[in-house]
């Protein structure tokens, strides 16, 4: 049961981590803009143990109607065996944001789905997010096969804007939470599965980066540090290796539960937008 979810949990989570690989890999340079990220359409791939493959997924981020809002997508689907004792297990998640004026990407809302296969028939299990930060307040409601349940709220806390984590990740690559220089820590407030937590970012020294055997000594190591029930891990630690020319070459989920390390690399082949 553990591995028919691990696999595109690990997914997940390497495509948000991913999410960065417009910024700077050098200790200077000028963040993504906004209007640099409209149209883009990334895939990506999953490697697990000595299994290649077993999992793909892909990042859409594009305007809306609505002058100043935007949209970004993330789907992700198990592929082959792990299909099938998935369910054809597909997640997606979607997040409407709105541009500030101080430049920053705030949610409007937020929805995860699942649809999988059970027992001959299709299933869908939905979250939904609404933030209201005019009066302080994130709504959630859960529903699943055409039925709403649930309706809860949270109080925001006081002074803080928290956002969902696909707009933290479009934040930091927009330069939101400050640059990626080596040495820097970056700490950016989310709100997740009823809990209001910070992304803990780490930008790798040289010497730092020299004890991860799996990359290369060369470019730039983010080390990012997310609550670890979130993504089911042991550690809540996740990589992600950046070439010298800004552009990802690898990322690992580090003790995913049930699996171990899972490794994710970008199919430049397959992306639009990508920088090549």
């Not at 699942?114 to 959630?140: A, L, M, S, T």
């Not at 020319?245 to 580090?254: L, M, T």
């Amino acid at each position: 049961m553990m591995l028919r979810r691990t696999c595109l949990v690990g997914l997940i989570a390497i495509l948000l981590v991913f999410q960065a690989r417009s910024l700077p890999a050098q200790e200077v340079g000028s963040p993504t803009t906004i209007q640099q990220l409209v149209g883009e359409d990334l895939r990506y791939a999953i490697d697990f143990l000595v299994f290649h493959r077993v999992a793909q997924g892909e990042l859409r981020f594009s305007a809306t109607a609505q002058p100043g809002a935007f949209r970004a997508e993330l789907a992700g689907r198990s592929l082959g065996v792990v299909s099938w004792m998935s369910g054809e297990r597909v997640q997606t998640y979607s997040s409407l944001m709105e541009l500030t004026r101080d430049g920053s990407l705030r949610t409007v809302e937020y929805v995860s789905k699942v649809f999988k296969r059970r027992w001959g028939k299709r299933q869908n299990r939905e979250y939904r997010y609404r933030y209201d930060y005019e009066h302080g307040k994130i709504f959630n409601e859960k529903g699943g096969n055409g039925v709403s349940r649930a309706l809860t709220e949270h109080d925001i806390p006081e002074g803080q804007q928290p956002v969902d984590m696909l707009a933290a990740f479009y934040n930091l690559r927009i330069g939101v939470y400050g640059a990626l220089v080596r040495g820097a820590r970056l700490l950016i407030p989310t709100y997740s599965r009823g809990k209001f937590t910070d992304i803990d970012v780490q930008v790798m020294t040289h010497e730092q980066q020299a004890k991860q055997k799996y990359f290369p000594s060369h470019g730039i190591l983010l080390q990012v540090r997310i609550d670890p029930e979130i993504f089911d891990t042991g550690s809540g630690n996740l990589y992600v290796w950046f070439d010298d020319a800004g552009v990802p070459g690898s990322g690992i989920v580090e003790d995913l539960i049930g699996m171990g390390d899972v490794r994710g690399y970008l199919d430049r082949e397959n992306s639009a937008g990508e920088q090549k």
